[in-house]
């Protein structure tokens, strides 16, 4: 299916979910604003990209969609 939404695939990609779902339920619940809400997860999202390398976590994502890992 061309619409098709592939999980993620990369090292720290379950930070990136539990991260991103506690973000989501903090706006939900009223406790953060949305946009105050995505700039922490940016900031998390960078962290663990930083920690895991970012050429690493690019050529994962790339290789995940089967698209050519360029360096």
């Not at 990609?13 to 995505?38: C, H, M, R, W």
């Not at 922490?40 to 050529?59: C, E, F, I, R, S």
């Amino acid at each position: 299916d061309p619409n098709a939404v592939h999980d993620l695939r990369l090292p720290g990609a379950a930070t990136f979910q539990d991260d991103t779902e506690v973000a989501s339920q903090k706006v939900v619940s009223g406790q953060s604003k949305a946009q105050d809400a995505l700039n922490t997860l940016a900031d998390q999202w960078n962290t663990v990209n930083n920690q895991k390398g970012m050429a690493k976590q690019l050529a994962a994502y790339r290789a995940s969609l089967s698209l050519p890992v360029t360096t």
